[in-house]
């Protein structure tokens, strides 16, 4: 008889591994070209780049109307327009000057078939500035998951940690930080996780404008005393010393790159610092079980550290819950940096993340016409992502549950 591999009893859990490998695959493995900078170009990544005058194209599959027609066409390079408006003047026996100014639909549909590769195209479409979907999606993949997972684990570390420590205390302390778990569940979640976002936002911000005003002042003492040991102070020698002052000691602000960090570090706190209650009560519930054993016991009795009996004999028997929850955590963080980001408080532009990306998309929905793929394509992402990660906790909780072993 063969013998059963727990880790396929599920094929849910396994299909949903393939797609996540895939997902995870194309995201990261695209970061060397998706966070490049382009030659020639001022934006410091490619998921910047975009064309104005291409804005609002639809995925290049997707069959056009009139409208698409017209706008593609108006987007195409000048030279390759100006060799097609030829070649269609010199086919319909037109003036190029009537061919270039032709609103009909033959003439532009004519253009756009003589335009052919040169035609602007987009494999996912273009946005409001003319940037590729296709881009921005696999960049803000990037972004939301690595958010998600690093979330996950900062909220698996603090829940272990906590419940394992309220666990094997037991008596009143065990009682008194399970008290604590108990208010924290009573709180609203999601509002708890904005406020935190908010919080932190704001501090960053009244940090700050208090350093603008320190360093202000730093180059207005600077100036001052330069100018009085200075012999003949006047308008050219005090443009030079602020020059001075401001490349010795900057404006105070915090550069681009300086705030999306500290942005995208308290989007992890506050998310991972609230995640952490279900993991508590599990890992508490499996040291309180694991407290009672003999060797648990006989550890304690020869006078073992604390530190070394959760290394050797507590944490090696919670890593199946730990890691079953853990992948049922990760989902949890994506959803929630994408409604964060998707409210506008979470990651902000011009760094994609699925969350804004449908943001955007959102409002470019309308009854006179719907730029339907900015909406679709970053919630269709989410939710497959979303689905394959709870499928693959399903199938780790069948494989590390011997209760549904086969036999």
Known sequence: MARDNPLTRSWAGMIGLGTLAIIFLICFGSIPFTFASPKGETVTSRYESGIPRQALLPPAWWPKD?????????????????A??????????KRPSQVANA???????????????????????????????????????????AVGIAAAFISVLIGTLYGAAAGYAGGRIDAFMMRIVDVLYGLPYILLVVLIAVAADG????????NIERVTAQREAYVEA????????????????????????????LSGPQRTRIDVLALLLAIGGVSW?????????????????????????????????????LLPNLLGPIIVYATLTVPQAILQESFLSFLGIGIKPPLPSWGNLAADGLSELNRHRSHWW???????LLGVTLLALNFVGEGLREAFDPRRARR
């Open 203 to 210: 501090a960053i911000d009244r940090w700050q404008r208090s």
């Open 226 to 253: 330069a100018l009085a040991a200075h012999p003949s102070p006047g308008p050219e020698v005090r443009e030079q010393l602020e020059a001075e002052a401001l490349s010795r000691f900057g404006t105070g602000e």
């Open 66 to 82: 009139d409208e698409h027609v017209r706008r593609t066409v108006a987007a195409a390079p000048s030279d390759a327009l100006d």
């Open 84 to 93: 097609a408006i030829e070649r269609v003047a010199n086919d319909t026996g």
């Open 103 to 145: 609103t009909d639909t033959d003439t532009l549909r004519a253009l756009l078939k003589e335009l052919g590769s040169d035609a602007p195209s987009f494999v996912l479409g273009s946005d409001a500035l003319g940037r590729s979907l296709l881009v921005r999606l696999l960049a803000g993949g990037t972004i939301s998951l």
């Open 374 to 380: 900015l909406l679709f394509f970053p919630c269709l």
């Open 277 to 313: 209650l279900t993991m508590a009560r599990v890992v508490r519930g499996q040291v309180l079980s694991l407290k009672a054993q003999p060797f648990v016991e006989s550890a304690r009795a020869i006078g073992a550290p604390i530190h070394w009996i959760f290394l050797r004999h």
